[in-house]
């Protein structure tokens, strides 16, 4: 392997370099200026500059001070304090009130979650009465059916045995041959009188 010039084995990598202090401390202020709170009473130097002065409940120093790395005499006021912990309450109830609603939802979800299991299950057995309604009136019709047939097979017979039963005139049953041997007589034939009749000798 080779090494760089003038060093020997083990060869230690250099260290990277990393950001300077300064730079560090003011990415830090940076952060206080966004997360720190204005302070009613200032410190003597952000007073004396007139520049506004925020502290994190965190940082030993102000934004400013912090920034420029110089002593901070900032007293935090028994109001900052009051009012520091009068947030925090407000925003413990906040987080409260958040899961509260976030409980409260869950319950009418579940609720609404039970009524539609409820509601399909009563769908479920309706339709199913209504499967059963259907083919009662299906097995009906066809019962009815059939009665109506059988019923019109027992008005043909009943018709057709009144038919057999009617008298029938004697004329109309003569044979064709019958009939060809009275071609030719006369139209009144039948309203002649009958000849009177011959009394039987007794022996």
Not at 173 to 178: D, I
Request: hydrophobic letters at 30%.
């Amino acid at each position: 392997r080779l090494l760089p010039p003038g060093s020997s084995w083990p060869f230690e990598m250099p260290k990277l370099r990393t950001e300077s202090s300064t730079v560090r401390r003011h990415k830090l202020a940076d952060f206080v200026d966004s997360f720190g709170i204005a302070m009613v009473k200032s410190c003597s130097t952000c007073k004396k500059h007139g520049r506004v002065c925020k502290v994190h409940i965190r940082s030993g120093k102000c934004n400013e001070c912090l920034r420029r790395n110089q002593r901070c005499d900032l007293q935090v006021a028994q109001s900052e304090w009051e009012r520091l912990k009068s947030e925090k309450a407000k925003l413990k109830r906040r987080i409260e009130e958040a899961r509260e609603e976030q409980e409260e939802a869950s319950r009418a979800e579940e609720k609404a979650r039970e009524t539609r299991r409820i509601a399909f299950a009563r769908e479920m057995r309706l339709r199913q009465q209504m499967d059963l309604v259907d083919d009662r009136a299906a097995e009906a019709i066809a019962v009815e059916e059939r009665n109506i047939e059988e019923l019109e097979h027992e008005e043909r017979q009943e018709g057709q045995e009144v038919l057999d039963l009617e008298p029938t005139n004697s004329a109309f049953s003569l044979s064709p041959g019958t009939w060809a041997a009275l071609d030719g007589f006369p139209d009144d034939f039948w309203e002649m009188p009958l000849p009177p009749e011959i009394p039987c000798s007794q022996s």
